[in-house]
């Protein structure tokens, strides 16, 4: 069992940076590979961005390439979204997701994880 707690939500102007944390539980993190979603009411959840087991790999959304890189760290058992340049339509619920076969890019297409964390709220002010 993986247990995933996001934290670093909170309200931020457009323009602004704000860092999302994953915290994830046991010790096995390494073999999952990770990725950020996000959801927005009336909306299905989209792909983010993921990362590989290692981190030697990384895919993004088109929306957030170039503004926001994903990250972890295997010891600490975190994965992290540093988000710069944001956009009112970054207005989110954001979630972090585990998977135990998937590649970075295929967490963009596949419907299902193994673990969800609960979600961080992210509002973006224009």
């Known amino acids: 069992q993986v247990q995933l707690v996001e934290s670093g939500g909170g309200l931020v102007q457009a323009g602004g940076s704000l860092r999302l944390s994953c915290a994830a539980s046991g010790r096995t993190f390494s073999r999952y590979t990770?990725?950020?979603?996000?959801?927005t009411p009336g909306k299905e959840r989209?792909?983010?961005a993921a990362?590989?087991?290692s981190g030697s790999s990384r895919y993004y959304a088109?929306?957030?390439k170039g503004r926001f890189t994903i990250s972890r760290d295997n010891v600490k058992n975190t994965?992290?979204?540093q988000m710069n340049s944001l956009k009112p339509e970054d207005t989110a619920v954001y979630y972090c997701a585990a998977n135990n076969w998937a590649t970075a890019q295929a967490m963009s297409v596949i419907p299902d994880?193994?673990?969800?964390?609960?979600?961080t709220l992210v509002t973006v002010s224009s």
């Open 34 to 39: 990770m990725g950020w979603f996000r959801q």
């Open 113 to 119: 994880m193994d673990y969800w964390g609960k979600g």
């Open 79 to 81: 994965v992290s979204l």
């Open 51 to 53: 990362i590989n087991k």
């Open 46 to 48: 989209e792909f983010v």
């Open 62 to 64: 088109d929306s957030v």
